[in-house]
């Protein structure tokens, strides 16, 4: 046997030996920082979670102490109150009343058009939709008749309400400004639903064929016209009465000739 075996067999398994080492420890490293980015990732996820649940409690508590004592005799610490969070920490996320209305106008748009969305893909007629979408639509703005009411008669909060009709170039301040900004995407979106319904009923034949753009701010009219005429009505409104009502009266002028006729 040659002499130099022994020692060279010995060389070759250290050298395995440093080799594995090596790469263990190599292996050691990138788990750690795999593993601290994926508990940072974690801790963003419930940090984000964690504000989105508290500013969706804050709403809720505006909304129910707007609701309770009117818009004017809220206050911040009201609000704080009722939704179980100091005042310091309210301000983390609203800075004050103004901002609060108008970001619970935002949280109303972009809940309605979730449930609007919603009714779109549902595989019915254009006919039974369109009683979907007001049915949806009425009933929501009744659940919000006190905010709503709240709003309206509040004349500071005028300019708000006129400048959601037009382009927001009335805002002043950066906070109007963010607000406008977030504003025309809701109202694009609620717009587009009804141009989507309506699109989908004059293919269908169920529907004449008309201007978008005009069925569009009839029908927005409507809802509108409805939903004052309930703000302002001294006797308790029938919601279901009224939503086959208008479901009957907007159907007149929106199918087709020989389909009204039948």
């Keep these: 046997k040659n ?10 398994s250290c050298a395995g030996i440093l080799i594995g080492l090596k790469s263990k420890l190599k292996s050691l490293k990138m788990k750690p920082q795999k593993s601290r980015k994926s508990l940072s990732e974690k801790r963003s996820l419930r940090e984000l979670d964690r504000r989105r649940r508290n500013r969706e409690a804050i709403l809720h508590a505006a909304e129910i102490v707007i609701g309770r004592k ?3 005799a809220s206050s911040m610490d009201d609000v704080a109150a ?27 748009l972009e809940d309605l058009n979730d449930r609007l969305a ?6 019915v007629k254009p006919e039974a939709k369109l009683l ?3 049915r949806e639509i009425l009933r929501y703005q009744a659940e919000k008749a006190n905010i709503s009411r709240a709003f309206i008669m509040n004349p500071s909060h005028m300019q708000i309400f006129r400048a959601m009709a037009e382009t927001g170039a009335m805002a002043a301040s950066e906070t109007e400004k963010d607000f406008f900004h977030r504003l025309q995407p809701a109202r694009r979106a609620m717009t587009g639903h009804l141009e989507r319904f309506l699109r989908e009923g004059i293919a269908s034949g169920d529907f004449r064929p008309f201007p978008l753009e005009i069925m569009v701010r009839f029908l927005t009219a409507v809802i509108l016209g ?13 919601i279901d009465k009224d939503i086959k009502n208008i479901h009957e009266f907007i159907l007149r002028g929106f199918k087709t000739e020989s389909q009204a006729d039948s």
């Design 3 to 12: 002499p130099l075996d022994k020692p060279l067999l010995f060389l070759l």
């Design 70 to 72: 009117g818009l004017t």
């Design 82 to 108: 009722e939704a179980g969070f100091s005042k310091a920490t309210l301000y983390k996320y609203i800075q004050g009343k103004s901002e609060l209305v108008m970001e619970l106008l935002i949280h109303y």
């Design 118 to 123: 919603a009714i779109l893909i549902k595989p």
């Design 132 to 134: 979907l979408l007001l």
């Design 226 to 238: 409805y939903q004052h005429d309930q703000l302002f009505r001294e006797s308790k409104p029938d």
